[in-house]
């Protein structure tokens, strides 16, 4: 019997393709990967890179509560960014989301992302 368990919430964007938004395993919860998509529409969130950004996190803060956690309970932060000279507005947009002690983070430029967006976030949460 597996301690695998899906995450699906409809406040976050719906998967698109054979991966769920979370999965749980024991009290680790991994959170997929999340872009600017308005989860009532399904469509880019026209808008600054900013709040591109904050969107991202709201998918995840979203994720993460219908899991059962906060974003508090972030241990690792993945960040995709196809402009590293966005990298400052993520710190101030991540400041608005975190206190410390800060979760483990990476944030890493790729040529491209899903839909042509500039920004992706996933998150890995260690529940209590």
């Known amino acids: 019997m597996s301690n695998r368990q899906t995450i699906n919430t409809e406040k976050a964007p719906q998967a698109i393709g054979t991966y769920s938004q979370a999965v749980k395993a024991g009290t680790t919860v991994y959170i997929s990967g999340q ?13 600054s890179f900013k709040d591109k950004t904050r969107l991202c996190f709201e998918n995840l803060k979203a994720i993460a509560q219908a899991a059962g956690g ?6 690792k932060v993945f ?3 196809t402009d590293m000279g966005n990298f400052a507005e993520v710190n101030e947009v991540m400041a608005e989301y ?31």
Not at 70 to 75: E, I, P, V
Not at 106 to 127: F, T, Y
């Open 98 to 128: 975190f206190q410390q002690p800060y979760p483990a983070r990476a944030a890493v430029g790729v040529k491209e992302l899903p839909k042509g967006v500039p920004v992706e976030i996933e998150a890995i949460l260690e529940l209590k």
């Open 70 to 75: 906060t974003l508090d309970d972030a241990a």
């Open 35 to 47: 872009i600017p998509l308005v989860p009532q529409t399904m469509e880019l969130l026209e808008g």
């Open 79 to 81: 960040i995709f960014l």
